[in-house]
């Protein structure tokens, strides 16, 4: 049995392990859709950031449902005010990040539609809530063949990009 304060460090330890790091906001216009999982936003200083969506994987430009994912994206934001939650960025100087609009994470009604994977690769940089929220929404499409899942070989944008 392990002392108690060597159990609670443990705990708290683990804790941090699985929970990302508390997150930061950026808040501005989405001027530019790039696709169905990037865009363009442009903040309160006129400066520009590409923002790469969390947690998702939507299909490629060229990939079937690429551009019904963009479109989707397009109509829930292009032009609008909205907040990105975010905690880091990637190898290409992307923010990752979460898009809030209007309280809405347009991140999840992505999944939810079936326009998007939930990337489970990096499901580890969602908080706990997130990351069941996208599974279960990604099953919620699935069972309803809704989006890329009314095609019985949709095949994922990983397997796609390796595949080009």
Do not use: C
């Not at 829930?76 to 923010?95: L, T």
């Not at 998007?116 to 990604?138: G, I, L, M």
Request: glycine fraction near 6%; charge should be positive.
């Amino acid at each position: 049995m392990l002392p108690k304060n060597v159990f609670i460090s443990f705990v708290v330890s683990f804790l941090i392990f699985i929970s990302p790091a508390h997150s930061d906001l950026l808040h501005g216009k989405a001027v530019r859709i790039i696709d169905g999982d990037t865009i363009v936003l442009l903040d309160q200083n006129n400066k520009q950031h590409k923002i790469r969506l969390q947690g998702i994987d939507a299909p490629e430009r060229n990939q079937v449902f690429g551009k019904k994912s963009k479109t989707f994206l397009s109509n829930s934001i292009a032009g609008k005010n909205v907040d990105i939650e975010f905690i880091k960025k990637d190898q290409y100087g992307r923010i990752i990040g979460k898009i809030i609009f209007n309280t809405i994470d347009v991140n999840l009604e992505l999944v939810r539609a079936g326009l998007a994977w939930h990337y489970k690769k990096y499901q580890r940089e969602q908080n706990p809530e997130d990351r069941s929220s996208y599974a279960h929404a990604e099953i919620f499409a699935r069972d309803n063949s809704l989006g890329l899942w009314s095609d019985p070989h949709a095949i994922a944008p990983w397997d796609w990009r390796k595949r080009k």
